[in-house]
């Protein structure tokens, strides 16, 4: 099995800079099978938006409109952890930002709204006053 440990997240002003950890724990095989790696966020009363996806393999990555050219997502295989760098950060950033991971499976563009995903971690939250 894989546990998914988010960090990073915190208050900042709105066009300022956050970046989000995801650390991936567990059986050396079970998180060299993960192929795709996503950040999804939830804010309150409003229903869960995928932010942005990576293919494990270097093959790829997806972002929702709303964030692209802000957010930036990467790997360091040698940690086992995906990064979401934010930058230009708006006050409808506000969310609790979740990672999720699966395995065996290549990331699409739509995984962005429904994809399945087998691995989540408990989120870290993200506040970006105006």
């Known amino acids: 099995q894989v546990s998914l440990v988010e960090s990073g997240g915190g208050s900042v002003q709105a066009g300022g800079s956050l970046r989000l950890s995801c650390a991936a724990f567990?059986?050396?095989?079970?998180?060299?099978?993960?192929?795709?790696v996503g950040w999804f966020r939830q804010a309150p009363g409003k229903e869960r938006e995928g932010v942005a996806l990576?293919?494990?393999?270097?093959?790829?990555?997806y972002y929702a409109d709303s964030v692209k050219g802000r957010f930036t997502i990467s790997q360091d295989n040698a940690k086992n952890t995906v990064y979401l760098q934010m930058n230009s950060l708006k006050s409808e950033d506000t969310a609790m930002y979740y990672c999720?991971?699966?395995?065996?499976?290549?990331?699409?563009?739509?995984?962005?709204?429904?994809?399945?995903?087998?691995?989540w971690g408990q989120g870290t939250q993200v506040t970006v006053s105006s």
């Open positions: 999720a991971a699966r395995r065996g499976v290549d990331c699409s563009g739509g995984d962005l709204g429904r994809g399945a995903f087998g691995y």
């Open positions: 567990g059986h050396t095989y079970s998180i060299y099978s993960i192929k795709c």
């Open positions: 990576i293919n494990i393999s270097g093959s790829g990555t």
